[in-house]
């Protein structure tokens, strides 16, 4: 079974002292929840701070970017090093912020990553098509590269506690979210290029998370899907009840709750079918026992006219046996992708923390961060022109 995994990604929102407010109102809401992997991805500045607060807690702190390069004249960069020294435990890397306005490209997305893992921290990597790839039927090609190129030279074990996010450009800050046809569609076609590239155990292992406009209303049908395994936030993120609200939707006992009832109600349905189909069948005269006359009536022909008898339970047994074929055929299907199973999926890593941080969350408790969460989510991406990629 794949561990859940939900992120906030706070982008250029948060001071310091929020960060720290964020984090004390936050770990209450989502004390009891141990089978969620949970990171917040503050700014650089706050990322010391916030690992501090959240302190030994299971909360994960990610950075938004790293650099790949270990030290060096790379002004305005940060290492992996400085990260992990701050008890950072994830770096986002391949954002479509930072592709579309830092030329951020696929080969410096793989040096990230590889670096990253290197170091001895989680990769979040980031992959998404944007609207104009996707109407122009580019969605899977666009895919394919990104993790191709993207996740190039990794291997198996590595891809396996990888977590990917597949993150639609035309659904971040917008309030557009994919369908769960479109979101599920994309994350099985990630998983089978994972497989290709890497073997089924890694692909089965290796968490895809999806982002764009999640919010706690729409949370629980994405996380329904059988290979969304989380989320990336952005807006909804930023205040800590409502990303509490979506991390309460990506529990496992919820996810299996809802298969488990989905299933429970399909057998139901197929075992009054079953029973339907018999009972028409045998009220029929020489097919094993007239169960009209075992009602009391002298035979089905006298209950329900010669005629009118004969044409109900010719239609009658037609639309059970349509329903029963039907019936077998949807929970093969379902068994076939597990989504009526609880026994379905493996094993896969959770995160580690790199360094636990020591210090204790500060004493008394402050207001939540109201005023960030009354603020507007980020803008579309307006596909901006590339500016020359940023230093490694
Ligand atoms: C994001 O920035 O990664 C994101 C998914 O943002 P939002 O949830 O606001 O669409």
Redesign the pocket.
């Known amino acids: 079974m794949r561990t859940p995994f939900v992120a906030a ?1 706070w ?1 250029m929102h948060k001071t310091v002292d929020e960060a720290v407010d964020y984090a004390r109102s936050f770990l209450p809401l989502v004390d009891a929840v141990s089978d969620v992997d949970i990171v917040l991805a503050p700014s650089f500045l706050a990322l010391p701070a916030l690992a501090t607060a959240t302190g030994s807690s299971r909360i994960g702190v990610a950075a938004q970017n790293v650099s790949a390069e270990p030290q060096g004249a790379f002004t305005g960069e940060v290492s992996l090093g400085m990260l992990r020294a701050s008890g950072i435990t994830h770096v986002i890397i391949g ?1 479509s ?1 930072r592709r579309q306005l830092y030329g951020e490209t696929d080969a410096g997305v793989n040096a990230k990553t590889r670096a990253t893992i290197e170091a001895g921290l989680s990769p979040i990597v980031c992959v998404g098509e944007t609207l104009e790839e996707r109407e122009s039927d580019r969605t899977f090609d666009v895919l394919d590269r990104q993790v191709g190129e993207g996740l190039s030279a990794l291997t198996p074990e590595q891809v396996a506690a990888l977590v990917v996010a597949y ?1 639609p450009v035309w ?4 309030g557009r979210v994919a369908t769960p046809d479109q979101a599920d569609a994309v994350h099985r076609h990630i998983r089978q290029q994972l497989a290709s590239q890497f073997g089924e155990a890694s692909a089965a292992a290796c968490r895809i998370i999806y ?4 919010k706690p209303g729409n949370a629980a049908e994405l996380m329904a899907l059988a290979d969304v395994d989380g989320a ?6 930023l205040e800590p009840t409502s990303f509490a609200e979506i991390v309460a939707a990506s529990r496992p006992v919820r996810r299996y709750n809802q298969k488990i009832m989905l299933s429970i109600v399909l057998t139901a349905l197929y075992v009054v079918v079953c029973l339907l189909l018999v009972a028409v069948v045998l009220m029929q005269q020489g097919k094993g026992g007239d169960i009209a006359a075992a009602f009391g009536g002298s035979g089905s022909q006298t209950a329900f006219g010669a005629r009118a008898g004969a044409t109900v339970l010719t239609r009658a047994t037609t639309v059970m046996g349509v329903l029963f074929m039907v019936g077998a055929m949807t929970l093969a299907i379902m068994g076939q992708r597990g989504t009526g199973s609880i026994l379905s999926g493996v094993d896969g890593p959770g995160f580690q923390q790199a360094e636990p941080a020591t210090l204790p969350v500060d004493s008394a408790p402050t207001e939540a961060d109201e005023a960030e969460a009354a603020a507007p ?2 803008a579309p991406v307006e596909a901006p022109a590339a500016t020359p990629a940023e230093p490694q």
Request: aromatic share 0%; no cysteine; hydrophobic share 30%.
């Open positions: 990604n982008k954002h912020e993150e659904a971040i800050g917008t982002g764009g406009s999640v990336l936030v952005g807006g909804a993120g989510t980020d």
